[in-house]
């Protein structure tokens, strides 16, 4: 049996940041990861590198993780695909004092955004038809990254520090020692390990029940689908006025969201494709922004499980009881623009013990203390 200081449950792109950035401090680390390759979640993530969220906390993580995207052959690496095309928020004439303040945050964190009046973002945007638009907050220095390929560059640099990742391996519950986690069971034999990190979405909340911690969690339905033709969208969008979000395919096409409102996971199969009346109802928006992509065809589509909370904020932090358990996980769809700056900080808390500021809202036992996140301004999709 292998000992590690820490051993991380869950090689996503969270999962994966957190070992990189322990190995690189000189950390032992594991990763198990249950598939052979990224996937769930992660794999089917939009990947979206902006700024503009509805709440200063998200908003801070990205924009530290910003500089990562950007320089990633540097700091990481390998190549995540970042494309900088460019990130643009649209909303109705009555947000326009939400975007404006949430723009102001985002400057304040370092990044440059513009809010722009219909006007001035049409002219330069004729392929779109902004029918009920009337601001737009626009990050030049958004895009959109490639999931697997950032998952698997950050993997392959935390082995080049040392660390081993296991593929294929299920953690199956937790070992413990009195009133400690000390390790992982799983099919093939125990872990052990003085931390043990759960970053593994929805298999967490099972995972950790088995050493009696409870975790307010709930699985909800993902899905995407991709049209074919030309990357008929300028770059990466949420509109706000329409519960629609979208980006450009590098290989052609426009990857949007559909979203899957089913309550019960297990009525549905996770895997696959979604629904087809919920990929139609979700081309129908996209098409109302799009016009030229009314006749084009979708290419592919799929659906996976994310783990959601009920602020839609990630759990980060110890997990109170049992000790030695650290949670990273649950970002309700919102974990892939802020993992570097996430496994960054929580690195750091792990090694030195000392609570990163940054993180300290995100703390699991904040709905305990009537503390949960609340958004800064009032969007209706983000």
Not at 36 to 41: E, F, K, L, S
Not at 81 to 102: E, I, N, S, Y
Not at 240 to 249: E, K, L, Q, S
Request: aromatic residues 6%; proline residues 7%; glycine residues 12%.
């Amino acid at each position: 049996m292998r000992h590690s200081d820490v051993l991380v449950v869950g090689g996503g792109v969270v999962g994966a940041s957190i070992a990189f950035h322990l190995a690189r401090r000189g950390a032992t680390v594991t990763v198990l990861e249950a598939g052979d390759r990224p996937r769930g979640a992660t794999a089917r993530s939009a990947a979206q590198v902006r700024m503009h969220h509805s709440d200063r906390h998200d908003a801070l993580l990205a924009a530290r993780s910003l500089p990562t995207f950007e320089r990633w052959a540097e700091e990481v690496g390998g190549d995540c695909g970042f494309r900088q095309v460019g990130f643009a928020f649209l909303a109705g004439a009555d947000r326009r004092a939400a975007v404006t303040t949430m723009a102001a945050t985002v400057r304040g964190y370092g990044v440059a955004t513009e809010v722009l009046g219909l006007e001035q973002y049409a002219a330069d945007q004729p392929e779109l038809s902004l029918d009920g638009v009337g601001v737009v907050a626009y990050e030049a220095r958004g895009g959109f990254a490639d999931p697997r390929r950032t998952t698997g560059s950050l993997l392959a640099a935390a082995v080049r520090h040392g660390a081993r990742v296991v593929h294929g391996t299920t953690a199956l519950s937790l070992s413990l020692a009195g009133d400690r986690v000390t390790g992982v069971h799983t099919a093939t034999g125990r872990h052990s390990a003085g931390q043990v990190v759960v970053a593994s979405g929805t298999r967490s909340a099972p995972l950790c029940r088995s050493a009696g911690a409870r975790l307010p969690v709930r699985a909800r339905r993902i899905g995407y689908a991709v049209t074919g033709g030309p990357a008929a969208v300028p770059h990466v969008l949420i509109d706000d006025t329409i519960a629609m979000y979208a980006r450009p395919v590098p290989a052609g096409g426009v990857w949007f969201g559909v979203p899957l409102d089913q309550p019960d996971p297990a009525a549905q199969p996770a895997a696959g494709r979604p629904e087809p009346a919920s990929v139609a109802a979700a081309r129908h928006r996209l098409t109302r922004r799009i016009p030229a992509l009314a006749g084009v065809p979708v290419v592919r589509a799929a659906a996976a499980l994310e783990a959601y909370t009920e602020d839609r904020h990630a759990l980060i932090g110890p997990a109170g009881e049992p000790a030695s358990l650290y949670l990273c996980t649950a970002f309700s769809g919102g974990g892939f623009k802020v993992a570097p700056a996430v496994g960054g900080a929580v690195a750091e808390e792990l090694v030195t013990g000392e609570p990163r500021p940054e993180l300290e809202p995100y703390r699991p036992d904040r709905f305990g203390r009537g503390a949960p996140i609340r958004p800064d301004v009032d969007y209706r999709c983000m």
